[in-house]
């Protein structure tokens, strides 16, 4: 066979080999790079920097610590966590473990992050008596929440699913002495019915928290908030992302919905987003 390069024919199905070669990618279906789900276009800037699609079998363990801490209602086991069917199941369950009559789970990222935009996309489990939350604060190895470790907390979505139409966004300085600032309700549908987009964009300058690409809340981190007559100002620092469900007597659950065990809560993705 004559080389491509020696024909006139050739020469002349160079740009349609070319062209077809720039559908082929199309055609197989190319994974597109995530972009912020932010419906105005705002923050596109942004570029990703960290992500976890929860496509595998089991949990990367380079890019996740378990929580282990007993609290509340619940114990925290790592056999709760699973990876299946594209998703994170946090499952939630009764049981006896660490002095506790439930389990939950929770998983905290290695990797620290500052400013930047942060999402996820997740629904609740069904029955009352599950605080299921995205937040961001300092991990400090130990499994469990240290407050006096950490400078803030970002709380992008609480829930408690003893009311499963509304969560709440908050920000906490915890280092030193504790403040909350901008705590919001935010109503919404049913979370336990399908999957939502919660996100957070946190900036020196402002905090701003997002519900399926709308923007819900926006909170000035400039400004001191006074406690005690004493104005205390937000402190900024490095922090891990949690996703957790964990039983509690949280937002008026007077008790656990045994009949709707075992149950989880579930992550389709989670997101970090830095400028370009």
């Not at 282990?68 to 499952?91: A, C, F, M």
């Not at 069904?126 to 469990?144: D, E, I, K, P, R």
């Not at 400078?151 to 908050?170: A, F, H, P, R």
């Not at 399908?194 to 923007?215: I, K, M, N, W």
């Amino acid at each position: 066979m004559p080389s491509l390069k020696s024909t006139p024919s050739s020469r002349c199905s160079l740009p349609l080999l070319a062209f077809v070669a720039a559908l082929l990618p199309l055609c197989a279906g190319a994974a597109t790079v995530p972009t912020p789900s932010v419906a105005d276009g705002s923050l596109s800037a942004y570029t990703l920097s960290w992500a976890d699609e929860f496509d595998g079998t089991t949990l990367d363990a380079a890019k996740w610590d378990f929580r282990t801490d007993s609290k509340l209602w619940s114990t925290q086991k790592p056999e709760n966590v699973e990876v299946s069917g594209g998703t994170l199941k946090l499952r939630v369950k009764k049981e006896d473990a660490g002095g506790k009559h439930y389990t939950g789970a929770g998983v905290i990222s290695k990797a620290a992050f500052r400013y930047g935009y942060y999402e996820a996309r997740m629904k609740i489990p069904a029955g009352a008596g599950w605080h299921s939350s995205f937040w961001m604060m300092f991990h400090n190895g130990g499994g469990g929440t240290a407050p006096d470790k950490a400078c803030q907390e970002l709380d992008v979505i609480e829930n408690d699913s003893v009311d499963k139409t509304s969560y709440g966004v908050n920000i906490h300085k915890w280092k030193g002495e504790h403040v909350s600032f901008g705590g919001k309700t935010v109503k919404t549908p049913d979370l336990s019915a399908a999957f939502h987009v919660f996100g957070c964009e946190f900036t020196p300058l402002v905090v701003r928290y997002y519900f399926d690409g709308a923007l819900v809340q926006t909170v000035d981190v400039t400004k001191a908030v006074k406690k005690g007559g004493a104005a205390v100002a937000f402190e900024h620092g490095d922090q891990h992302v949690w996703l957790t469900s964990i039983a509690a007597a949280l937002g008026g659950t007077k008790a656990v919905d045994d009949t709707a065990l075992p149950s989880a809560a579930e992550f389709d993705y989670v997101r970090f987003f830095t400028k370009k």
